[in-house]
């Protein structure tokens, strides 16, 4: 103690008094989503200019719009079958002429097999559909 004289000394009761034990509250500085970040960033490099999110209606009817498309895709299921078909055949008529049809011959008529019992099972579907639509319209 080179500098002060004895008389410097504080007492504990003192310090406490001058707050010099009191800690400042911490206060939190509001976070950063790093995802919502990312993609910030992202789409700065890849566009040139901040993108701003979709909203959640327009991610709604994003959504809807998916929904009818799937709901179309399944009725059309049997027309898309009977395509399907037709290209197998064709590409097998195709092979013939080229020489290589006993090659794919066999695995041809697999898949078209399988998808005329695929045909088979919309059929039955859609049948037991028209008769209970019928059953009802007799019934009322």
Do not use: C, W
Request: hydrophobic share 35%; aromatic share 4%; proline share 4%.
């Amino acid at each position: 103690m080179r500098g002060k004289p004895l008389t410097a000394i504080r007492t504990k009761q003192a310090i406490e008094e001058s707050g010099a034990y009191e800690r400042d509250k911490f206060v939190p500085k509001p976070t950063v989503s790093l995802e919502k970040e990312k993609s910030r960033l992202s789409n700065i490099m890849a566009f040139g200019e901040d993108v701003l999110p979709p909203s959640k209606d327009e991610l709604l009817q994003q959504h809807r719009e998916k929904m009818q498309l799937l709901q179309v895709a399944e009725i059309d299921r049997f027309e898309e079958i009977q395509q399907e078909i037709e290209e197998r055949k064709s590409f097998l008529e195709l092979m013939f002429q080229t020489g290589k049809g006993r090659e794919y011959e066999p695995i041809i008529s697999v898949q078209i097999s399988k998808l005329i019992r695929e045909m088979e099972v919309i059929d039955q579907e859609r049948t037991a559909q028209l008769q209970q639509q019928l059953q009802q319209l007799n019934k009322s």
